[in-house]
């Protein structure tokens, strides 16, 4: 019963109670009646008439002495006045017509089980779809609040269920779901404009520092330790540089894309793929790419630093001599990039970290690769356009990513609910 879906309990329970309430029905109906034939009396004026008929009694002894004669003690008192062969004769008569109305009673009141039986049957089977149909109508607004959380849960925290109909328990529940999903909007929005504020703020002073550490480094007179001190300073400000536009991707890509274009996983494959072969040349990685026609809608520029951060993490995190695969394919309503790599050994519970931000397997002021945002950039692009990144290590080492997303034929609907 505990596995059985809330409608199929509720449905049960109404078709139980229906039955019981049937049976009650029936037991009630069962016992009136009988109780109502047991006293019903052998008529005495059938009796009588039927004695003359046959010449047990005389026609004007039984007029003046049976007529009115009810059954039972009184009948059988009127009885004296009759002759004793004539007397056992009406006896006898009586206690068969008691016999038969017996009977007949009893067949009346099994007739009565059964028909009533089967009856109750047919009552408890229309029960049960009818039990089935208002449990239905009774959890649809469940359903609405269901469907909607599902929804929320693809980033469409501005949707609101909006249930109509009577202030009772559900509505109050749909409101209250409404009003919780207005300040997590509210949060959400908050803490993606800070982020978005921020950044922008940090990259002025960043650019000023650039500037100024290229012109002092382009100054002729300049000794070769501030030469050095300069390129490392610049090279600090450049990884920040980075950090600062990771944030403002992630913080766009968290948001439903605003610019939907046709984009071709595979385009972008090759495209990324050749922007960094020097890289992975100068790397010692042999770079491959299997492409497949995979075409999707949402915003190119997002999608293309969903692609870049795939190949370019495939690069950094690897070893000399290792290689990187990309490849794009399309598969009923999705199509997907996977792009693997060899490189160390990954933990299987290290895996889940790797999309959060600012995660890696090395430590975080160890690594001068990158900022620790490229996975988590890919999961939000990825989410934003209705799709999902996984990851699952290699065993030999390595990891293989692979981001699903829907079809240009189903995105366009898929967008549309993310962005309502």
């Not at 692009?381 to 990851?391: F, I, K, N, T």
């Amino acid at each position: 019963m505990s596995r059985l879906t809330l409608r199929a309990r509720l449905t049960a329970i109404y078709g139980v109670l229906f039955l019981l309430a049937g049976m009650g029905l029936l037991a009630v109906t069962y016992l009136l009646m009988d109780a109502n034939l047991d006293q019903q009396p052998v008529s005495g004026d059938v009796i009588m008439a039927s004695s003359v008929r046959e010449g047990v009694l005389p026609p004007d002894g039984a007029t003046k002495t049976i007529v009115g004669v009810g059954a039972g003690p009184g009948m059988v008192a009127r009885l004296e006045s009759l002759t004793p062969a004539q007397r056992q004769v009406v006896e006898q008569k009586i206690e068969f017509a008691k016999e038969i109305q017996e009977a007949s009673q009893q067949a009346a009141l099994n007739s009565l089980l059964t028909w009533g039986g089967l009856a109750l049957g047919g009552f408890a089977v229309a029960g049960v779809c009818v039990g089935w149909m208002v449990a239905g109508r009774t959890l649809r607004p469940i359903q609405q609040i269901t469907a909607t959380a599902r929804r929320v849960a693809d980033r469409s925290l501005h949707e609101r269920i909006g249930l109509t109909g009577p202030h009772d328990e559900l509505r109050e529940l749909g409101d209250t779901f409404d009003d919780m999903l207005c300040r997590l909007d509210a949060a959400f929005d908050g803490q993606r404009r800070f982020v978005a504020n921020a950044s922008h703020e940090l990259r002025t002073p960043l650019a000023i520092n650039r500037t100024l550490l290229e012109v002092a480094m382009s100054r002729p007179d300049a000794p070769p330790q501030l030469r050095q001190l300069g390129d490392t300073l610049l090279a600090v400000n450049a990884r920040h540089e980075r950090l600062i536009n990771g944030l403002l991707t992630l913080a766009r890509s968290e948001q439903a894309p605003t610019e939907r274009t046709p984009v071709d996983l595979a385009d972008l494959a090759t495209s990324v793929s050749e922007q960094f072969a020097d890289e992975a040349d100068a790397a010692d990685i042999a770079l491959t790419v299997d492409r497949a026609e995979a075409p999707t809608v949402g915003d190119a520029v997002l999608l293309e630093r969903l692609t870049q951060n795939l190949v370019e993490n495939a690069i950094h995190y690897n070893a000399r001599g290792g290689w990187v695969a990309v490849r794009t394919v399309t598969e009923g309503a999705a199509v997907r990039i996977t792009v693997a790599n060899t490189g160390p050994v990954v933990p299987p519970y290290e895996v889940a970290g790797l999309f959060e931000p600012f995660r890696r397997l090395t430590d975080r002021v160890g690594s001068a690769k990158g900022t620790g945002l490229g996975l988590s950039i890919v999961r939000s692009v990825a989410r934003a356009h209705g799709g999902e990144a996984r990851l699952q290590p290699r065993p030999g080492g390595g990891l293989v990513v692979e981001v699903t997303l829907p079809t240009a034929r189903h995105a366009a609907r898929g967008l549309a609910v993310l962005g309502a």
